[in-house]
């Protein structure tokens, strides 16, 4: 039976690094290919020894696809195609190349920067692996082999974020990566058609959660600001990613510029910094936002923070509400959830089971979920089953109407004679009928006998007979009169034939349009 | 109310031993790496609430890294102090254990978390005795324990039980637990667990169990039944011996997979004895028709083979893989013969098989193409079922992999120091050009395969890549002028065809280099000189094409071949001819204002390449040089040092003078300080921590070459100079340097934010100290009556913002009086400035406090009861 498999190495019931494995009738793709802020060591990219397990990796993978530019999603990436040494095409938006390999430096500069690391990937292999890079354009299909083929949708999460659906031959995936399902000042909703994936995976954020509006955010925002900087005071908002409003880096207060202005501004309560983001654990940004005021910098420095402390989200996830909304225009088959925390994540299962009827899964990094993609099968069942069914209690639950019964399936080439001989069936007929309407004040057998002569004339070489009760047999057309009502004069005529006589019912009918010769009359 | 009996223990004092353990161990460590190996005091007080925390399921620990790390701690904790005491001295760990097996709900986070920690303490015996005596151990790895209950569902719990598992089998007392509790049975059914990273680390752990119930058995036994294994091994090794008789083509690949860690990490004589007993099974899955675990068997065989306990060329092993070589398909063997063939020890015979079995896919392109009789062919005999070749190579979804595959394989052999066997490398390369050809359709099909080859291959990037790679690497072989010109033919066609991808370009132009550089260096090159002096003439040709393309990342590639090229090339004074009479230099040059900045970055470089040749080409009368106007090079690259937007082209700039300072570059030497100067002066004002790094760089070059000028380098073979005459230049270097303002450079570098950026200013100036002040010039400074107490760098900043804001002398008459062009204030600055001890802490990474365990542990109780409002959604 034909299946989809899905495997997350990263994303599976967390928000680490996305790495999904999905296998389609035989195609394996990897869906992003992000890293874990929270980790400076081999756990910060996803373990890719599960694939590279068997042999090369260019030869068991046959795309990448990339969603977008958040490092997340994109991260590890130099490290898989120029130092693991994935290959193959790896495919994302333009808007998303343009911009990757700017955080990518960022990210490099943090870890060669704070940590002194030399074992990293370096400027030249950010460069190499965006060569590699094909760039799509919005709803363009690609035509990955002569097999699988990929196409991308507007998600709406930040520039260039896309969804991308994934099909080889009538199976398909469609994967969200993150998407938004409100417009905002810079950013449209994400889109997708009635595609009717047997699978979408989606993104689960905010699986239980239903978002404010942006606008009162904003307005929070602004007033925070204002209010700082009328008593006097300075504001960072230190910030790690573009897309978004940009004002310092590194975001997360760990190093470099960022971290050096809140060292000044820090001892002064009339400044504030508003982290817009999660911060990892160790870091400045983490500290501050968990309340400690007392923090130890380095020559064991106690840096006392006084300044006020914000946190502020404007990320553009799609809330519960959203997810809810994609998965009723997408009309997929199954949903996986991803990226999300596994307790949310079983609310919103649960809630998509519910409303949706389809299967839902979120498994946990490392395990794969098979589905198996039958095709949908129309299958004539016999009143007989149908009766014994209904007697016995068992009536259609939302749309689903379980039966036993035992399915006879044959694949022969027969004559429809024997068919018909071996269903038992009678065969049926197929007629077309037409009206034609004839200017004759006559009655109406003498009209049909000018017919039958005009016929007989004209198809010398076709069985043309007036039958007993009036009407007139052209091979197997059949030609009745029937009055008309209303006006004396016009009479009208039934022609029908069946549809293996469509010539010469066809000609005739034209024949008779015509009118009948005044030499007959 | 389980944080009431910690809740006191926070005030609580710590306990006595610990603090006068700890206190005398970070006396004696000093360093901050051992500190962090200790439970100090800080840590000792912090844990109890930690516990606390943890053992609460009402509380929220979103973040997994926080426990991850906690993790982290203890491993290094326990690896560097006694386990039962890290117990005893901090009770709640142990009552965090048993609170947590006590919670009706707990989380699977924790309780996964809580089986990977009792582990950790588990591997040492003394502590799993106290563990075992209070019954820890049977209630948490037991059947009663986590394994029956409804969390086993979740693949955390099995992964944390199977690796508290795997870190407490350090000792036999482990082992016996594990044997007697029917853990090793449960270890079994893991193996097919759903979740890879549980099945894995369950092998893993099989691996590890039987290679240490087995360390100390060393002899080989007369008679494999009559060995006394124990226990633990016996029913490992029968349970991997009914894995690989039963049907189960899972189990089989589990075991195999087992097999393979066994032999590749273990080399002891039992392995022997192991592979005598489980070979008949495992020689009986090669014979299946077909054979179903290929790679795994490829895996396991690769592994025994580089086991010194197997090289033994009567070892039974080579016959299993001379039957391996013959049966598996080829698809799967490819791997197996490249490993063979770089094996140490290994019967000429396999590999010679080995050989025959990576060039039989090339043989058959190569026929497919050729009349029957015309060629050859790479194999006098055809050792596998070439029919079998033939199907894989005549459908769609196998030809394209099975080429790939064999190309890889056959370029990594050439990259062995020494070849096992005679490679026929001449029609090696021949099959290489063809499938190339068969690629672009350039090849001529001679077969019924040879039409199916050429419509599959037809356009076939990935093919297309591996051919390319290959063809490259064949360079380094002699090959006659017939096999070149058809070698420049391909590769002409590949840099032309507008069909041509960006990743295959870059592959022709690898190739291509790797041809050129390998005919200019060849003994024979004056023979082929004529024929590749012809192929530059249309390389150039198409190259000028290819840094017009409409993609970056062709013009990039297109570029960065140039410069290589230029770079090993450059002496051929026939190339020199052929680039200079082309477009391509001008072209270059207008690439310096590509719109994208990669383009621009690669443009410097090529252009930093290539102003070397126009000065070689202008000194000779005769030859016109009117593309490059190598006057204003060093302008426009100073002008993109100073007003590019972005940091690649910076960079590059930066790089290209580097390079220029070191080789003497004739524009340099015109006026180097007045060059260096400029440079500094740019680099000063740059936001890049790299461009500032390369500025440094510069800085160190022109220092060394200065000092080394003048004598004063610390060479053991120069004259030593009179102590006048040192004197002498080193205040003439010290002046040059003020004229320039390198100090003012580097110090403003000290200061930076960048860690790296400091780290380097601060080596450069610990080195120059030492240069600049010896003795007897200190005794100027102390003569002044100044202080030579050692200032950090506020001191340091607010001096360099007195000598930039203005020159005013300092009534104070201290150090920071004199501006950075007076020597003497340059020397105090010097000499004041506590550089050994910034060295010191720039040496340790910026986040050496967050990342230690009581920031960790703050962390953690300070996140109770935030994390809900702040999660993780920034991304």
């Known amino acids: 039976m034909p299946e989809i498999k899905v495997t997350p190495l990263g994303a599976g019931q967390d928000v680490g690094r996305s790495c999904i494995l999905v296998s389609i009738a035989g195609k394996n793709v990897m869906l992003d290919c992000g890293m874990h802020m929270g980790y400076n060591d081999d756990r910060r990219f996803p373990d890719f020894s599960y694939i590279t397990q068997n042999g090369r990796l260019t030869d068991f993978l046959d795309c990448v696809i990339i969603s977008h530019f958040h490092l997340d999603h994109c991260g590890a990436l130099p490290y898989f195609s120029e130092m693991v040494g994935y290959d193959g095409p790896i495919y994302m938006t333009h808007p998303t190349k343009a911009i990757c390999p700017i955080l990518l430096e960022d990210y490099r500069k943090i870890t060669v920067d704070k940590k002194g690391e030399t074992n990293f990937f370096t400027s030249q292999m950010i460069k190499d692996c965006m060569k590699k890079v094909v760039a799509v354009h919005l709803h363009q299909t690609i035509q990955v082999d002569d097999e699988l083929e990929i196409k991308a949708y507007y998600a709406g999460h930040v520039l260039g974020a896309a969804m991308f659906q994934i099909k080889v031959g009538s199976e398909s995936v469609v994967y969200t990566g993150d998407y938004n399902m409100t417009p905002d000042r810079h950013l449209g909703a994400a889109w997708i058609d009635k595609c009717r994936p047997d699978l979408l995976i989606s993104e689960s954020t905010y699986a239980t959660t239903i978002r404010d509006s942006k606008r009162c955010r904003e307005r929070d925002f602004l007033k925070k600001v204002h209010e700082s900087v009328e008593r006097g005071g300075k504001v960072l908002i230190p910030v790690f990613a573009l897309g978004r409003v940009v004002f310092a880096t590194p975001g997360m207060l760990h190093a470099g510029q960022s971290l050096q202005i809140f060292r000044k501004w820090a001892g002064n309560e009339k400044n504030m910094v508003i982290m817009p983001g999660y911060c990892v654990q160790g870091t400045v940004g983490h500290k501050i936002l968990s309340g400690q005021r007392k923090l130890e910098m380095e020559g064991r420095q106690i840096l006392e923070v006084k300044m006020q402390v914000e946190y502020m989200s404007f990320s553009a996830h799609a809330d519960a509400k959203g997810i809810m909304q994609l998965i009723r225009q997408a009309e997929p088959r199954s949903v996986l959830l991803v990226h999300g925390e596994a307790k949310k994540m079983e609310f919103l299962k649960q809630k998509i089971e519910q409303e949706f009827h389809v299967n839902c899964y979120m498994p946990a990094n490392g395990e794969t979920t098979t589905l198996f993609t039958s095709p949908n099968i129309p299958v004539d069942i016999s009143l007989g089953l149908l009766k014994r069914e209904s007697a016995i209690g068992n009536t259609p639950v939302n749309n689903d109407f379980p039966l036993s019964g035992t399915a006879i399936l044959s694949f022969r080439l027969v004559s429809p004679e024997q068919a018909l001989k071996e269903l038992g069936l009678g065969e ?17 057998h003498e009209m049909v006998l000018r017919v039958y002569n005009h016929l007989k004339g004209v198809l010398k070489d076709y069985s043309v007979q007036h039958l007993p009760d009036g009407s007139i047999m052209v091979e197997s057309i059949l030609i009745q009169a029937t009055a008309q009502s209303e006006d004396q004069g016009t009479k009208v005529l039934l022609v029908s034939w069946t549809y293996q006589d469509e010539e010469l019912g066809s000609y005739l009918t034209s024949l008779l349009k015509k009118g009948l010769p005044q030499t007959t009359a | 109310m389980w944080r009431e009996p910690w809740g006191g223990r926070l005030s609580s004092p710590p306990v006595p031993g610990a603090k006068a353990r700890t206190a005398g161990l970070r006396g004696a460590c000093g360093s901050a790496k051992k500190t962090r190996c200790i439970m100090d005091r800080e840590c000792s007080q912090l844990l109890p609430s930690v ?117 407490m089998v350090q000792h036999q007392s482990a082992l016996h637990f594990l044997c007697s509790c029917g853990a090793i049975e449960v270890i079994f059914t893991l193996q097919g667990d759903p979740s890879l990273f549980v099945a894995s680390a369950a092998n893993q752990l099989l691996v590890h169990m039987l290679t240490f119930s087995l360390q100390s058995f060393q002899t080989k036994p007369e008679n494999i039944k009559d060995c006394d294994w124990p226990i633990c091994a016996q029913k490992l090794i029968v349970h991997i011996e009914e894995s690989l008789k039963s049907n189960s083509a899972s189990r089989i690949k589990q075991s195999l997979k087992l097999l393979t860690s066994v032999f590749g990490c273990c080399h002891d004589l039992w392995t022997e004895v192991l592979w005598s007993r489980l070979s008949e099974p495992i020689v009986y899955l090669l014979e299946e028709e077909p054979v179903h675990a290929g790679h795994s068997l490829v895996d396991l065989f690769l592994s025994m083979a580089r086991s010194p306990v197997f090289s033994c060329p009567e070892c039974s092993l080579w016959t299993s893989v001379t039957c391996a070589l013959e ?111 068969f690629c672009i359709g350039l090849a001529t099909p001679a077969s019924c395969l040879g039409n199916k080859i050429s419509r599959i291959l037809i356009g076939c990037f990935r093919v297309q890549r591996s051919a390319l790679d290959i063809l490259g690497a064949l360079s380094h072989w002699e090959s006659p002028s017939v096999f070149i010109g058809s070698v420049f033919d391909i590769l002409l066609a590949y840099l032309k065809s507008p069909d041509t991808s960006p990743t295959v370009l870059k592959k022709s132009f690898q190739a291509t280099l790797k041809w050129l550089v390998s005919l200019s260096e060849a003994p024979s090159s004056k023979d082929h000189w004529q024929q590749t002096e012809q192929f530059l003439q249309d390389l150039f040709l198409v190259l000028q094409k290819r840094l017009c393309s409409p993609y970056w990342e062709v013009r990039d590639s297109a570029l960065e071949f140039l410069t290589l090229l230029v770079k090993h090339l450059r002496e051929k004074e026939g190339f020199r001819q052929v680039l200079f009479s082309s477009e391509v ?43 490059v106007k190598e006057k204003s090079i060093v302008a426009q690259l100073k002008e993109i040092l100073s007003t590019d937007s972005e940091g690649f082209p910076r960079r590059a700039v930066i790089s290209v003078f580097i390079d220029w300072l ?122 002044a009556g100044l202080s030579t107490e050692a200032r950090g760098i506020a001191w ?59 920031s960790l542990l703050q962390d953690i109780l300070a996140t109770v009861g935030t994390l809900e409002e702040n999660e993780a959604d920034c991304y």
């Not at chain 1, 049926?428 to 004759?440: A, E, G, K, P, Y």
């Not at chain 2, 790390?69 to 326990?78: N, R």
């Not at chain 2, 070191?662 to 002066?681: I, Y």
């Open chain 1, 428 to 444: 049926h007929q197929l007629r077309f009928t037409c009206r034609v309407h004839i200017q004759d004040p006559r009655k109406e």
């Open chain 2, 796 to 854: 340091l900043e607010e001096t360099l913002r007195r000598w930039s804001s203005c020159a005013k002398p300092c009534p104070r008459g201290d150090a920071d009086e004199a501006g950075s062009q007076d020597p003497n204030g340059v020397l105090l600055v010097l000499r004041t400035v506590d550089l050994e001890g910034l060295h010191r802490s720039l040496n340790r990474s910026s986040d050496h406090i967050e990342k230690s365990p009581q």
């Open chain 2, 585 to 627: 230099p001008k072209l270059t040059e207008d690439l310096l204002e590509d719109p994208e900045s990669y383009v621009r970055a690669s443009a410097v470089t090529a252009m930093g390449q290539l102003s070397f040749l126009t000065h070689l080409i202008s000194k000779k009368p005769g030859v016109e040089n009117g593309n």
């Open chain 2, 51 to 167: 516990c606390a925390v943890l053992a609460d399921s009402r509380q929220l620990v979103a973040d997994d890294t926080f426990l991850e790390k906690f993790l982290d701690w203890f491993k290094t904790l326990t690896e560097t102090e006694s386990s039962l005491l890290l117990l005893q001295e901090n009770p709640c760990l142990t009552e965090l254990i048993t609170c947590v097996l006590k919670l009706k709900d707990p989380s699977s986070s924790t309780l996964s978390f809580i089986l990977r920690l009792t582990g950790i303490f588990a591997a040492s015996e003394s502590c799993f005795q106290y563990l075992q005596q209070r019954e820890l151990l049977i209630s948490l790895f037991g059947e009663v324990g986590p394994l029956s209950s409804a969390l086993w569902e979740e693949a955390s719990v099995r992964s944390g039980w199977v690796q508290g598992v795997h870190s």
């Open chain 2, 327 to 437: 049966h598996l398909n080829p698809a799967q063997v490819g791997r197996l013969a490249v490993g063979v063939l770089k094996l140490q020890e290994c019967p000429q015979a396999v590999k010679i098989q080995a050989l025959s079995v990576l060039l039989q896919p090339m043989d058959c392109v190569l026929k497919a193409a050729s009349q029957p009789l015309e060629y050859p062919g790479l194999l006098n005999r055809s050792v596998n079922d070439s029919a079998t070749v033939e199907t894989l190579l005549s459908c769609r979804s196998s030809c394209a992999s099975l080429l790939c595959q064999t190309l890889t394989h056959l370029e990594e052999l050439q990259y062995l120091t020494c070849l096992p066997v005679d490679l026929p490398h001449i029609p090696l390369l021949q099959s290489v050009v063809t499938i190339l050809q």
């Open chain 2, 662 to 783: 070191r080789e003497g570059h004739p524009d340099v030497l015109k006026d180097t300080e007045q060059f260096v100067s400029s440079v500094l002066q740019a680099v000063n004002s740059d936001l890049d921590w790299e461009v500032k790094a390369g500025g440094l760089e510069l800085a160190e070059v022109f220092s060394a070459q200065l000092l080394g000028r003048l004598g004063l380098a610390a060479c053991p073979y120069a004259a030593v100079l009179s102590s006048a005459t040192r004197s002498t230049h080193l205040s003439e270097s010290l002046q040059i340097f003020c004229q320039v303002k390198l100090f003012e450079f580097l110090f403003g570098a000290l200061c930076d934010c960048d860690r790296p950026v400091a780290q380097k200013a601060c080596d450069i100036l610990i080195a120059l100290k030492a240069e600049l002040c010896d003795e007897s010039s200190l005794k100027e400074g102390t003569s």
